[in-house]
Nanobody, 125 residues
Framework: QVQPVESGGGSVQAGGSLRLSCAVSTLAWTNKYLAWFRQAPGKEREGVARIYTSTGATAYADSVQGRFTISQDSAKNTVYLQMNSLKPEDTAMYYC??????????????????WGQGTQVTVSS
């Protein structure tokens, strides 16, 4: 059973930083898409950042471009999301997801095969 496990969420003031981690210990790491999605109350789940494990190619939502960085440590089967210059509108539950097949851009939630339980990020003004 592939089960992403997120960590690193918390509360921070606007302008601050957080680093999320997602460990996927049972996943064969090559040729996979690992992504971070987020969902705020009353809103749809949206893609934030994605990395293709074989090449390190990344994609970002316009709303986080230049502030968030997705990276991976293949030796640890872990993907990270470094979030800088956080804004109150970044407040959401953040989910890690893994896709087994090719996808375009960030993809849609339905493109992803495995999901973590989520970690809460709260940014206060």
């Amino acid at each position: 059973q592939v089960q992403p496990v997120e960590s690193g969420g918390g509360s921070v003031q606007a302008g601050g930083s957080l680093r999320l981690s997602c460990a996927v210990s049972t996943l064969a790491w090559t040729n996979k898409y690992l992504a971070w999605f987020r969902q705020a109350p009353g809103k749809e789940r949206e893609g934030v950042a994605r990395i293709y494990t074989s090449t390190g190619a990344t994609a970002y939502a316009d709303s986080v471009q230049g502030r968030f960085t997705i990276s991976q440590d293949s030796a640890k089967n872990t993907v990270y999301l470094q979030m800088n210059s956080l804004k109150p509108e970044d407040t959401a539950m953040y989910y890690c997801a893994a896709a087994l097949r090719w996808l375009s851009g960030l993809g849609r939630p339905s493109d992803y095969n495995y999901w973590g339980q989520g970690t809460q990020v709260t940014v206060s003004s």
